[in-house]
Nanobody, 114 residues
Framework: VQLQASGGGLVQAGGSLRVSCKAS????????MNWYRQPPENEREWVAS???????TYVDAVKGRFTVSRDNVRRMLYLQMDRLKPEDTAVYYC?????????WGRGTLVTVSS
């Protein structure tokens, strides 16, 4: 099972960015998928989840600004980030649980300048 995040970059505060995660080796449509982030010098934190049925949940800090979605045909997970703030600066990771173990993708860095 492999997860690979991409799409990070530098964006000004108030701007938008979409990060993506490609899954392989997994029957993607069956699994809840999650986004986490790790700000500089801080611990990793959960950001958003989407279940196999498409139900979404978000941490309060991003509600109304971020949208998680999935394309089960392409086995892709997305995080659309709007109205970005400097405090959204972090390495963003996609994650799922497979056979009882956490699977993490290589993260992608999002930097929001003020």
């Amino acid at each position: 099972v492999q997860l690979q995040a991409s799409g990070g970059g530098l964006v000004q505060a108030g701007g938008s960015l979409r990060v993506s995660c490609k899954a392989s080796g997994i029957n993607f449509r069956l699994y809840t998928m999650n986004w986490y982030r790790q700000p500089p010098e801080n611990e990793r934190e959960w950001v958003a989840s989407i279940t196999s049925g498409g139900t979404t949940t978000y941490v309060d800090a991003v509600k109304g600004r971020f949208t998680v979605s999935r394309d089960n045909v392409r086995r892709m997970l997305y995080l659309q980030m709007d109205r970005l703030k400097p405090e959204d600066t972090a390495v963003y990771y996609c994650q799922t649980q497979y056979s009882g173990a956490d699977v993490w993708g290589r993260g992608t860095l999002v930097t929001v300048s003020s």
